[in-house]
């Protein structure tokens, strides 16, 4: 996977899995049924991601150094998400010991990535769009589709979080091969406004991921504006 491609499946990935604290008072109040009926909540949850227009996301990971990937390993990525399709990811990659920084942005179908190694940012060159390889409903749909065995964890005033059993065949689409064994999910959901603030996802994804590897995502600034630029020198 070369890099260009793996922030491809890294942006599907953390449009998948979503997670935040922060809300908008313009998002969309939903009303919640008592008790909990877990197929409507998630049903709603696809919905509100669907209908964001822009978020921030934060991945990083436990239990490893992170997820690998042709050589590398992706330790966090922080990223800004803002309809049509323009997209910024600031990611920290490990290159044996070597921390290195690298990065992508995708605005006005123009595609620019940073050399981890040189530092600077290059064109990006490609007939196929970015936005092709991922949908926002799509996304979500699919692991919320393969999500079973729910049960509450833990409720409060604001949030409620669902655990729940999903096939890492599921996520095929997002990490290239995959492992045949089911992964644990764990979300977080605002009350108010059906919105995923947090995201966990612990097991194997792959045949490279290490032993009781667990990805998280935080997602924050819902429907906010973030005026994403090109990079100055492109």
């Known amino acids: 996977m070369g890099l260009h491609s793996f922030f491809i499946c890294l942006i ?24 909990i009926n877990f197929e409507y909540t998630l049903e709603q949850v696809g919905i509100s991601m669907s209908d964001l227009e822009s978020f921030k996301f934060y991945l990083y990971h436990r239990n490893g150094d992170g997820s690998p990937l042709d050589g590398l390993i992706l330790t966090e990525a922080t990223g800004l998400i803002e309809k049509p399709g323009n ?5 920290n990659l490990l ?4 921390l290195v920084k690298s990065g992508i942005i995708y605005i006005d179908n123009n595609s620019f990535i940073l050399n981890p190694l040189t530092k600077t940012w290059e064109n990006l060159d490609s007939e196929i769009g970015l936005l092709n390889f991922f949908s926002p409903e ?31 065949k599921s996520l095929s689409s997002i990490v290239g091969e995959t492992t045949d064994n089911n ?6 959901i605002l009350k108010k406004t059906h919105l995923m603030i947090k995201a966990k996802i612990s097991g194997r994804l792959t045949k490279l991921d290490s032993e009781g590897l667990v990805r998280l995502i935080e ?8 005026n994403i630029a090109a990079p100055p020198e492109s």
Request: charge should be negative; aromatic fraction near 6%; include cysteine.
């Open 219 to 226: 997602i924050s600034k819902f429907n906010q504006t973030f």
């Open 12 to 35: 599907i990935f953390l449009i998948i899995s979503c997670s935040s604290e922060d809300s908008n008072p313009t998002l969309k109040m939903i009303d919640s049924p008592t008790p």
């Open 95 to 98: 290159l044996g010991n070597l």
């Open 183 to 188: 992964v644990t999910a764990e979300i977080t």
């Open 138 to 168: 799509t996304g979500i749909q699919s692991i919320i589709a393969g999500f079973s065995n729910p049960v509450l964890v833990m409720e409060n005033d604001e949030s409620l979080t669902i655990k729940g059993i999903v096939p890492a």
């Open 87 to 91: 997209i910024s990811v600031e990611a």
